[in-house]
């Protein structure tokens, strides 16, 4: 099939080269002519594993190309994808402007029959908003193409990005007319073979399904933050309480691990839109206030715990902190806890020597003041970010963190104080170590002296 998709951020880009992998011809269309230069030499702006062996393949290939301009990339396009952004306007509703843009400059541009499929994460109703302002172009220009509107929102996660969207646990396709359903159906098939799980709905419902998976999802979170938090107080290891509630099926493994805190592009400004549109139907989302007002203070409790530790004094103190990123495997930071616990060690005068494996560029970019005033300094390796560190602070669980050398860390360490944001280290293990170990929920084990370095 000939596919356009417009935007080439981590869900325009990661579809783009997907769809074209199945043997699509594939142009993403993408405004900022800088990133479709770099794309079209097959470079990935993004950090996300797998991308670049196939973008470059279905670039070689012929399958793939970019452009800047939509003209180009509609032209005989039988699928027309949009995936721009949606972040949160000023009062937390979604932010529609660059998909109102886009539908916009279709009605101007649109020529021929298509399905326009919004893949965007997108209020109820704004599929049907797309297709009034495409339609109502067409009619001003006396443009007879016949155009329906789809809703196909994505699941897709960042860090195994390539691999969601080629192996989907399902697909969800809105669309009230069967032409829109069908063209879906027989893109996906490659994707579905070995399960069908594509499940057909209305427009709306698939809209409004985005919206409660990934409410549910930050609810999850917050729930178990918030038993981390009873936990701490009565000297129980949420730990043992996650093994214990996560063996019941009805519970499930997934998403109740205690940590400092959700962050993302989706999941923070998902939640706030949707508080937004249930207060405008006049309806009070007080489970979705109540995850949002846990996800804020469970992003401040590492900076809390760290103060208390130094008695409230942290000018000149040394912590090393390790993750930046929102979550392993990508470079994305937007409303990453990391940064929240960055301004806080900032402000209170700490100096701090931060690794990540993938986003550190994002943070001296963000942080050049700090950077140059010697009070911040990033680098790769979580070994040089303990050099002469007071404290440890584990914010985004990386593998390359998992194991470390910790006798290592610990020589290279002026105190050896390990904050665990995300419970991923055996305590116990860690004390017999020599390390005062502090986690999200658990009980504080182990003593700490100075070290010998
Ligand atoms: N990032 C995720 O993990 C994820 C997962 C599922 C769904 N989503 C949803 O998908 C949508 C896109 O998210 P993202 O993270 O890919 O965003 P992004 O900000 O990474 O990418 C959006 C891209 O669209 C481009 N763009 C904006 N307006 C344009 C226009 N008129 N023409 C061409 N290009 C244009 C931007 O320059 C940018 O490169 C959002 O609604 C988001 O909520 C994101």
């Known amino acids: 099939m000939r596919i356009c998709v417009i935007g080439a951020g981590y869900v325009g880009l990661v579809s783009a ?121 067409l009619a001003r220009r006396q443009q007879r193409a016949r155009v329906v509107l789809a809703s196909n929102p994505e699941f897709l996660k960042e860090g195994s990005a390539v691999e969601d969207f080629m192996r989907p646990d399902r697909v969800i396709v809105g669309c009230d007319e069967e032409y829109g359903q069908q063209l879906l159906k027989r893109l996906y098939a490659p994707f579905l073979r070995n399960h069908d799980r594509l499940l057909c709905m209305g427009l709306r419902a698939a809209e409004f399904s985005k919206y409660a998976a990934n409410a549910f999802l930050a609810t999850k979170i917050s729930f178990i933050n918030e038993m981390a938090g009873i936990c701490a107080r009565l000297g129980v290891d949420i ?83 390790w993750g930046l990123a929102f979550k392993p495997g990508t470079d994305d930071l937007r409303e990453a806890p990391s940064l929240v616990l960055l301004d806080a060690l900032l402000n209170a005068g700490a100096r701090v020597q931060a690794c990540d494996p993938a986003a550190i560029d994002g943070v001296a970019k963000r942080y050049a003041r700090a950077v140059e005033a010697g009070q911040l300094s990033l680098s790769d390796s979580p070994y040089t970010a303990c050099q002469g560190a007071d404290a440890v602070v584990l914010v985004t669980e990386w593998k390359q963190y998992r194991q470390p050398d910790f006798a290592r860390i610990r020589g290279a360490m002026r105190m050896p104080v390990l904050f665990d944001g995300r419970n991923i280290y055996d305590a116990s293990q860690l004390a017999e170590q020599g390390f005062l170990y502090r986690g999200i929920g658990r009980p504080v084990v182990g003593s700490c002296k100075a070290s010998a370095a």
Do not use: W
Not at 271 to 286: D, K, M
């Open 17 to 137: 080269v997907c769809f074209a992998e199945m043997g699509n011809r594939v142009v993403c269309v993408e405004r900022d002519p800088f990133r479709v230069a770099r794309l079209s030499r097959g470079e990935v702006p993004i950090y996300e594993p797998g991308l670049d062996v196939s973008l470059k393949a279905q670039i070689a290939n012929d399958q793939l190309s970019f452009s800047s301009d939509l003209a180009v990339g509609i032209n005989q396009a039988q699928i027309i994808f949009i995936a721009v952004g949606t972040p949160s306007g000023e009062d937390g509703s979604a932010d529609l402007s660059h998909v109102l843009a886009v539908a916009d400059e279709l009605g101007e541009r649109l020529d021929h029959d298509c399905l326009v499929v919004n893949k965007s994460t997108v209020p109820v109703g704004t599929g049907e908003q797309v297709a009034r302002r495409i339609n109502t172009a």
């Open 239 to 321: 730990e043992d309480v996650r093994r214990g509630i996560g063996s019941d099926k009805r519970i499930g493994t997934h998403f109740i691990y205690a940590g400092c805190g959700y962050g993302g592009s989706c999941f923070p400004k998902d939640v706030r839109a949707l508080i937004r549109t249930a207060e405008h139907e006049g309806i009070e989302p007080g489970i979705l206030r109540a995850v949002e007002a846990r996800n804020a203070l469970q992003k401040t409790l590492l900076f809390q715990a760290i103060r208390e530790h130094f008695n409230g004094h942290l000018q000149g103190r040394v912590v090393a902190l």
